[in-house]
């Protein structure tokens, strides 16, 4: 065979191969740009400070008397109607949420500051948002001992307290005045400067800022 002919055929053998890289080519890019817009909306689901909880139903607002309700925490049984005429401190977390694990180390200090004087309570959330069942027991006291939780925190089987006061991300915060009535909510992590502030101000029978410093 002539050395023309040889050429002849490695060309049209070669044409199959650079088709099939072409191809290969062009099936790795669109699967990077699938996986590049999927990361962009999820990291657009999760503001900086708060973990979405898409379908929250909480609607209690500043101003209304706290719905009650009662549960065992792990400093033992807490009855929102009994709350001995102090403020009580709620936070409504779920225990996979990067924000409530971070806003443990806010919480803490201020337990051991004000934990005489004003009610600290924690009540966890569903295992993925508001859908779906709640987190088991297990997690939750999981989650007190991993990431040393002080104050009180409680089991809530049925979701009855997130679904009441959960607003629109984990954690949602909400202070509740010594006369029984909600005086401040914020989601998200609260800076400790802020929570201080209103919970100095609850103690000390004044109205807090309703939105605990947030400018949202």
Known sequence: ?????????????????????????????????????VAIALMNRVPQ???????????????QRAPNFTLSTTAGPFDLSKAGGKPTLLE?????????QREVKVLDP????????????????????MDGQAESQADVYAFVQKFGVTYPVA???????????????????????ADGKIESIRDGEVPPADL???????????????KMGSKA
Not at 53 to 61: E, H, Q, S
Not at 160 to 165: I, S
Not at 169 to 174: A, H
């Open 92 to 100: 409504v977390f779920a225990t996979w949420c990067p924000h409530c």
């Open 196 to 210: 201080e502030k209103a919970l100095s101000a609850a103690i000390a029978g004044k109205a807090p800022d309703p």
């Open 1 to 37: 065979m002539s050395r023309s002919g040889r050429q002849i055929i490695n060309t049209k053998q070669s044409a199959p191969l650079a088709q099939r890289r072409n191809i290969l080519v062009g099936a790795s890019l669109v699967i990077l740009a699938i996986i590049i817009v």
């Open 49 to 63: 400070t708060a973990t979405v909880a898409p379908n929250a139903a909480g609607a209690v607002k500043v101003g």
């Open 155 to 177: 089991f809530d089987s049925n979701l009855d307290v997130a679904h009441v006061y959960l607003q629109t991300g984990f954690p949602t915060v909400v202070l509740i005045g």
């Open 110 to 129: 201020l337990y051991a500051t004000y934990g005489k004087k004003v009610n600290f309570v924690a009540v966890n959330g569903a295992a993925a948002g």
